[in-house]
């Protein structure tokens, strides 16, 4: 088991980040959180879960060992994959799943790119119990710089996390106004806020 990584963070993408560790580069899918917080040629650690199947070998980059844990504790849930688990805590941070599967807010849960209502009832049921065990998020972190290619890397982003092709473009056209505002605006921002239209619809 992998449980954390520590090195010299080489790439960022919207939902990945390379880190060198021992003059390997290693690869780690993560939220749109946890890639705010990186910078290109400067150091970090990350708390990793490694999922293993049969035809691949995935490591999970989180900002926090609580990301991680509410990661791996919604894997336990029926039906929900690594791809869903980490779409879940790129729309809800931790603590706000927390409180919508403990208090049974399915509308909240169904935010989520991928559950339904039926699928949201069923991580109610066999999560409530269990969700006291994970601790809350952490605050979200300092932007990374962005890349040219904004609009392309968001929308291939939310696609990745599960939205609809045609979701993931009317987001972009939302959220470009921060981009005209301040073309410095990092791609990890910018994803972040397109998640947070997604989520008001």
Not at 45 to 53: F, G, I, K, N, Q
Not at 160 to 171: I, M, N, T, V, Y
Request: with cysteine.
């Amino acid at each position: 088991m992998i449980a954390s990584l520590s090195g010299t963070v080489m790439q960022v993408g919207p939902t990945s980040a390379v880190v060198e560790v021992g003059g390997l580069g290693v690869l780690a899918l993560c939220s749109p959180n946890t890639v705010a917080g990186l910078r290109v040629g400067h150091r970090a650690t990350l708390a990793t879960s490694l999922v293993v199947r049969e035809d691949s070998l995935t490591l999970y980059g989180f900002a926090t060992a609580d990301e991680r844990e509410f990661f791996e504790l919604l894997l336990t849930a029926t039906g929900v994959g690594p791809k869903l688990a980490q779409a879940a805590l790129a729309v809800l941070p931790p603590d706000e799943l927390r409180t919508a599967i403990a208090s049974e807010n399915l509308v909240a849960l169904m935010r989520v790119p991928g559950v339904g209502r039926k699928g949201a009832q069923r991580m109610v049921i066999e999560l409530k119990d269990k969700i006291n065990t994970v601790g809350l998020s952490s605050e979200p972190h300092a932007p990374v710089g962005t890349g040219p290619a904004w609009r392309d890397q968001v929308t291939q982003g939310l696609i990745g996390l599960g939205w609809p092709a045609k979701d993931a473009d009317a987001a972009c056209t939302e959220v470009e106004p921060l981009m005209r505002d301040d073309p410095s605006t990092s791609v990890a921002v910018l994803m972040r806020a397109a998640l947070q239209t997604l989520a008001r619809r």
